[in-house]
């Protein structure tokens, strides 16, 4: 029996189309929009397009979103000075700093520098902290959309035995903190874990976000497990021409898996959507409103 198709795309939509609705309350009982703030340092590359969607879809929402696109030479000093200033902005309730930054800038410096009830990337240590000890805290867009799939595919996750193969700081660990808030008994698997195809097979979620192409195999998977693809990788489809995959062997996942998310159209579309969660929530707490929701 294959898989149920997780279709992201529609459940992002519907999530964007609940935060304008939020905005337009917030408007209502605050008097302003929320302000989404967006540092893009060069203007080049795959951040560039991942900007120029965040401008679009904040625009959508209805909030008040602004692009600072510095220099790819900026000095760390201005850039630190920048965020300062949008740190004491009180139209601003949301600073994201896309990344990567350039070499001779120190990211965790920039991060650490953003004030963390503005931070809706959920990168600062003072949230990755609140979220580790389970308290309520902005957190990383993406996994928190990953939760969201799931909870809307399986209901309760109580009990559940889950794996994440990865174990980044703006995945893996996150993605870990939200599964155990949940109830879920975790292991967090990655390049050393050894026979990571028999850990994968006690799972009944799978969250893969390792960065590599299509490394979890169909006989790694327990039959009926519900399976969620991070990853993004482009792989030669022959004749000059590339294609996107995920962690995940699709086809071959699809023929045992429960459900599955697809690559692209499964997790991608969240992480705006939760960015713009993310930066309404903020915005209520900032305002003194009650804790978001949705």
């Not at 917030?26 to 991942?50: H, I, Q």
């Not at 309520?136 to 990953?146: D, E, I, S």
Request: aromatic fraction near 2%; glycine fraction near 10%.
């Amino acid at each position: 029996m294959k898989a149920e198709r997780i279709d992201g795309k529609a459940f992002a939509l519907a999530l964007r189309t609940r935060v304008a609705a939020g905005v337009s309350s917030f408007r209502a009982a605050v008097g302003r929009a929320p302000g989404l703030s967006v540092v893009l340092v060069g203007d080049e590359g795959p951040s560039a397009v991942y900007v120029r969607a965040k401008e679009k879809a904040s625009a959508e929402a209805g909030m008040r979103g602004a692009v600072h696109r510095m220099p790819a030479e900026i000095s760390q000093d201005a850039l630190l000075a920048l965020v300062a200033d949008l740190n004491a902005d009180d139209r601003v309730d949301g600073i994201l700093v896309q990344l990567p930054l350039p070499s001779h800038i120190d990211a965790t410096a920039v991060l650490t520098a953003i004030d963390p009830d503005k931070d809706v990337d959920g990168f600062h240590p003072l949230n990755a902290g609140r979220l580790a000890l389970g308290e309520r805290a902005l957190t990383p867009c993406t996994p928190l959309g990953c939760l969201m799939l799931l909870k809307a595919q399986l209901g309760d996750l109580a009990g559940m035995e889950a794996v994440v193969i990865g174990r980044s700081n703006i995945v893996g660990k996150p993605m870990a903190a939200l599964l155990l808030a949940e109830s879920c008994t975790v292991t967090i698997a990655h390049s050393r874990t050894r026979d990571l195809a028999q850990v994968v097979r006690r799972a009944d979620i799978v969250v893969a976000a390792v960065g590599r192409a299509e490394m979890v195999r169909g006989d790694w998977v327990k039959p009926g497990a519900c399976v969620i693809d991070v990853g993004i990788n482009r792989v030669d489809a022959g004749g000059g021409k590339t294609r996107l995959v995920g962690d995940v062997a699709y086809d071959e996942v699809a023929q045992v898996a429960g459900a599955i998310t697809p690559v692209p159209g499964g997790v991608g579309p969240m992480t705006i959507a939760v960015l713009l969660r993310n930066t309404l929530a903020a915005a209520h707490a900032r305002a003194g409103l009650a804790a978001l929701e949705i």
